[in-house]
């Protein structure tokens, strides 16, 4: 991958399955040094044109160099079934899921040996990364890919100001089931709870209200995926869960005044 205008990528062609919230902020970052093509089952023509990437079929998407599946996690599965006749040779097939274990072992089971497997959670999204990616986080689980191929990957990302973080899957599911999943689970747990802007606040509440603000603006969907396909959370919120009993039962405990 070598930075430059679309004009100027040489022979990096990027193909992009989905058009969601995430798809088109990679289409917008990626369309500035790429050629960029996006197949999106809706109607969103248009939106891709305007980002500057070409609206395409599925296996027009399928046959670029590096092909990113931008799907809800509950979706991979199918959509690995569907590309897999298209891609070819030597494509490198990247997910941006928010687990990776499963992703992963999906990939395996599904691509052709002949294609390569980059497994990556970009750690922002269209809230956070609307202005600059600079100081943002992504996770790379280089699965099999040459060397070379990675490392011009991972020098792009960089490049753009992004920290890399390089680690197995297994560690990531391990860590992001406490750090992304449980805080989904809060924020979800105070919107359900019914909290809301006061009069009379402090800072710590209103960093509560943050958290929930940010959970609200991603998909239901999302939240049940990244629990449901993390092998680790569901013990997080079990543990969770109880330390909070144990809280409210050491409460109920204390004496009368």
């Known amino acids: 991958m070598t930075a430059g205008g679309p004009k100027n990528s040489g022979q990096t062609t990027i193909g992009i399955i989905g058009f969601g919230r995430f798809g088109r902020l990679m289409t917008r970052y990626l369309a500035d040094d790429f050629r960029v093509c996006v197949y999106d089952s809706g109607t969103n023509r248009d939106g891709i044109r305007t980002l500057g990437a ?15 599946l931008a799907v809800p996690i ?87 100001g992004l920290t890399v973080i390089e680690t197995t899957a297994e560690r990531h599911d391990r860590e992001i089931s406490i750090s992304l999943a449980m805080t989904h689970f809060i924020g979800r ?9 006061l009069e009379i606040d402090t800072e710590g509440y209103q960093r509560l209200l943050h958290v929930l603000g940010v959970v609200q603006n991603d998909t239901w969907q999302l939240f049940v995926d ?32």
């Not at 070409?54 to 990113?68: N, Q």
Request: with cysteine; aromatic share 6%.
């Open 54 to 68: 070409a609206a395409v079929s599925l296996e027009t998407a399928c046959r670029r160099s590096f092909v990113i």
């Open 74 to 160: 509950s979706a991979l599965r199918s959509t690995l079934e569907s590309i897999r006749p298209h891609l070819k040779d030597g494509t490198t097939v990247v997910d941006v899921c928010s687990v990776k274990t499963y992703p992963v072992r999906w990939m395996r089971e599904h691509l052709p040996e002949t294609v390569s497997i980059l497994a990556t959670h970009p750690m922002f999204g269209p809230d956070s990364a609307a202005v600059s990616l600079k100081g943002r986080k992504i996770v790379l689980c280089p699965e099999r890919i040459e060397t070379t191929v990675y490392e011009k990957v991972r020098q792009y990302l960089a490049a753009k």
């Open 189 to 197: 747990t105070l919107s359900e709870f019914g909290a809301a802007p």
């Open 226 to 257: 990244m629990n449901t396909y993390n092998p680790y959370a569901r013990e997080q919120r079990r543990r969770l869960l109880a330390a909070a009993e144990r809280i409210s039962k050491r409460i109920a405990d204390e004496p009368p005044l």
